[in-house]
């Protein structure tokens, strides 16, 4: 038996599906069943119900991933340590943020990174849900939460800064003014159901119940689109929206959101000197954005 194969048996575990389990380890969902199956021939035991929703851990099975998960954690550990030990900033270093920080704070500075270290290849991963560190499902994350894990170096770098816009021609037709108090007249542009709970959308739901609801949207970028076309306003990022002139600044910060922005990287990881590097640059791009 091979920890690869162990490693396949952790991923349905988590995920219960073969689909979404070949997508995290870059193979076929073929290839995953294939190798449970001759994970349970060889140990003689079936590991997993196959159900229509998915696949369940059988008691067997379940017994087994507590053990599975010690030496997964055993075998990264030795990882991180062997990682720790490189004293070459080169290499590739996995960041996990979210899109918008990724495309407003992160990208725009990425070549004074490789100005300073051109051996050093970042990898960016732009997701709403929280990268696992102790996993490796990414090396340094910038995140808008404070995690509490043990294991992790946390350190706060920035703050981000949401406000309500709307384009001039929106303004100037609904004859609205900055600092307005009553936004129940106002179309807004906001998330849909689905991305309902992400940044701005809470405050939509408290605050503007009864206004009318413009456009919903996916993706923060329609909502910039959408804003600046003069649809309706929107909460977007003052790091980006403060710069364009085609925006009035509706109601501020601290009327809408400020979060900070912490840095985040396993113990393990925090003196190798290329995630060293990235973490600093990471540090050095969020306060001057926050500026």
């Known amino acids: ?27 076929s969902s073929a290839t995953v069943a294939r190798r449970i199956a001759a994970l349970e021939h060889h140990l003689g035991a079936r590991l997993f119900d196959r159900r229509q929703s998915g696949y369940v851990l059988t008691e067997s099975g379940k017994a087994i991933r507590l053990r599975v998960q010690d030496a997964e954690e055993a075998v990264l ?29 992160v990208a725009p500075q990425i070549a004074e990174l490789r100005t300073r270290f051109p051996q050093i290849t970042l990898e960016i991963i732009a997701r709403q849900d929280v990268a696992n560190l102790t996993r490796r499902d990414a090396d340094v994350a910038l995140r808008l939460a404070r995690p509490t894990h043990a294991s992790y170096l946390i350190r706060k770098v920035g703050q981000w800064n949401l406000a309500l816009y709307a384009a001039k021609s929106y303004v100037k037709a609904n004859s609205l003014r900055p600092g307005l108090r009553d936004v129940s007249k ?14 701005g959308g809470p405050w939509l739901r408290e605050h503007a119940r009864d206004s009318v ?10 909502h910039y689109a959408a804003c600046k076309a003069g649809i309706g306003a929107a909460i977007l990022p003052c790091v980006e929206a403060d710069r364009d002139r085609d925006l009035v600044r509706l109601l501020p910060p601290s ?18 000197p290329r995630v060293r590097a990235v973490m600093d640059f990471l540090s050095q791009a969020a306060s001057k954005a926050s500026r």
């Open 186 to 199: 106002v179309a807004f542009i906001t998330w849909t159901a689905e991305g309902s709970h992400f940044v």
């Open 255 to 272: 009327r809408v959101s400020s979060m900070p922005i912490w840095l985040v990287v396993h113990r393990d990881l925090a003196r190798t």
């Open 213 to 222: 609801v413009a456009l919903t949207a996916s993706t923060r970028r329609i």
């Open 77 to 105: 550990a030795v990882e991180r340590q062997a990682r720790g030990r490189d004293l070459r900033p080169s290499g590739k270093v996995r960041v996990a943020t979210t899109d918008d920080i990724a495309t407003l704070i």
């Open 1 to 27: 038996m091979e920890w690869d194969d162990l490693k396949y048996f952790l991923a349905v575990a988590r995920s219960g599906s073969l689909t979404e389990s070949g997508r995290a380890l870059r193979t």
